[in-house]
């Protein structure tokens, strides 16, 4: 199988390794720190993977993503403040273990869970994602858009808190996309007679500002100076902080159900981890016979979540490698790593680089074990560590980082100006609940759908009933409707019954 050949590939490769070791510690620590997230470390390095091989750029950064994932539990376990949204449901029994001194014991139930989440999304992304590939290939114009439509559609309406706002995100991220020259007549667009606009806005400084800049400001603006957090010094008393066997073996069922879980909405662009993660823990106490423990320290409550969580990483991969459609931030600053290296992303990716994918693969699988091992051993000493560093000395130094990654991508002022904008830009959605997710993917998806939709149309007689005419087509463009419809339908429901 080609995955053998990428393992062969990675392990023979000390460099590589190292770097996804250096990946794990990266992420685990990002994701364990309250206010950081993997988008924004991910964002913050991009302009250094134009130096690297391809390879080692996107091994690096999705090993990020991934360790940055799990990260997450560490901070909900310690510090009462998950380090990413789909830590929140961790956090309903984690930080009630760790005020009862059994914070080490919560720290390896949730590392063994997640690592055993991650395998399993990751083992399901290699053996489906060759299928998948192989149908992608048979669509055209017309069924690529469709999928575009749907995926603008059902990112902008599920991903957030309100279905207006998300897709009003979504369409500002097309606006913005638009800027520079029209791809077919060479026109300008939305320059307002700017030379620099001429080129259009780059992706890079946009990135660093939204994810980086935006989250800065809106913790500067939170200010959460103290964080109730719990010592882990009784790190070498086993009976409270060891794990065993038959402590964990009742996890178990909860583990493989929030693995599939997981898995099965990481293949569906836009929903996500935290929805994930909210899944399996509101199914694992559904059919716990210790339901009634749930939510004051229970250990199955801790590794339902974590297991669904990262279960989404491997299986979110599959939408972005074979339609070149992201489902989620990470995988959208991933897209970005292909298109620096001109690296075209879609079915035809796994005939003229199935090499780099299966070594992708395969940097994901060891990157698993890697932050595992770090975890289970040394998740108490990371939280620890963030635990003496001050957020004055923290949220400048990342500032400061933020400005020297923006300027160092082409040289240019101009895209430090960008990036000012763009961070105040999502600081603005942030505070006002607009969706920053939504705004990128909408951003990075919107050439190719205009691409896509213009081929179509150059192809047709019938102009937009060349849609009417392809079953696929009407299929993706009915589901994105039918998304917006269930998320409206869904916040009516709540609507009324809080005015009830």
Not at 20 to 26: D, P, Y
Not at 158 to 179: E, F
Not at 192 to 212: E, Q, T
Not at 328 to 346: D, E, K, M, P, Y
Request: glycine share 14%; proline share 4%.
């Amino acid at each position: 199988m080609e995955i053998f050949a990428g393992l062969a590939l990675v392990l023979t490769d000390p460099n590589l390794l190292l770097a996804i070791l250096l990946a794990a510690v990266v992420g685990m620590v990002v994701g364990a720190t309250p206010g950081l997230t993997a988008a924004a470390a991910i964002a913050m390095l991009l302009p250094i993977t134009f130096y690297m091989d391809p390879l080692f750029a996107l091994a690096f950064l999705y090993v990020i993503g991934k360790s940055g994932r799990y990260g997450g539990s560490i901070a909900a376990i310690l510090f009462n403040t998950p380090g990413t949204a789909a830590s929140a449901a961790t956090q309903i029994d984690g930080y009630p273990l760790a005020r009862r001194g059994k914070a080490g014991k919560a720290l390896k139930v949730a590392t063994v869970s997640s690592v055993i989440g991650d395998y399993m999304g990751d083992i399901l992304l290699i053996v489906g994602v060759g299928w998948i590939a192989a149908l992608a290939l048979k669509l055209g114009p017309p069924e690529y858009f469709a999928i575009y439509f749907a995926a603008f559609v059902v990112i902008g309406s599920v991903i957030g808190k309100s279905v207006l706002k998300g897709l009003a995100s979504a369409v500002l991220g097309m606006l913005v996309a638009m800027v520079g020259l029209d791809p077919i007549s060479g026109e300008e667009r939305f320059t307002f007679g700017n030379f620099d606009l001429s080129n259009g806005i780059g992706l890079v400084p946009l990135m660093i500002g939204i994810f980086v800049l935006g989250e800065v400001f809106a913790q500067m603006e939170v200010r959460k100076q103290q964080v109730d957090a719990f010592e882990t010094g009784d790190d070498d008393d086993r009976a409270r902080n060891g794990l065993s066997w038959r402590e964990y073996k009742p996890c178990l069922p909860h583990v493989l159900r929030g693995g599939f879980i997981g898995a099965g909405i990481g293949v569906l662009p836009g929903l996500g981890s935290a929805i994930a993660a909210f899944i399996s823990y509101g199914e694992g106490k559904r059919r716990a016979a210790n339901g009634e423990d749930w939510g004051k320290g229970a250990l199955e409550g801790i590794a339902a979540p974590e297991s669904a969580n990262n279960a989404v990483s491997g299986p979110s991969m599959a939408p972005l490698l074979t339609l070149g459609i992201p489902g989620s931030t990470i995988g959208a600053i991933l897209l970005g790593v292909f298109l620096i290296h001109g690296i075209q992303v879609g079915p035809t990716l796994f005939l003229t680089s199935k090499d780099l994918v299966y070594g992708l693969f395969a940097a994901g699988l060891i990157g698993i074990a890697l932050y595992g091992l770090i975890g289970y051993f040394g998740a108490a000493f990371v939280g620890r560590l963030i635990l003496k560093i001050p957020t004055n000395i923290l949220y400048p130094l990342i500032f400061l980082t933020a400005f020297i990654a923006a300027y160092s991508a082409r040289g240019s002022m101009f895209d430090v100006l960008v990036m000012i904008c763009a961070g105040i830009g999502g600081w603005l959605m942030r505070k006002f609940d607009f969706n920053p997710a939504a705004f990128v993917i909408a951003f990075v998806l919107a050439g190719g759908a205009e691409e896509t939709l213009r081929q179509a149309l150059l192809m047709s007689d019938s102009g937009w009933g060349i849609f009417a005419e392809r079953p696929f087509a009407i299929a993706f463009l009915a589901l994105g409707l039918f998304a917006v419809a269930m998320r409206l339908r869904g916040a009516m429901k709540r609507r009324a019954m809080q005015q009830a």
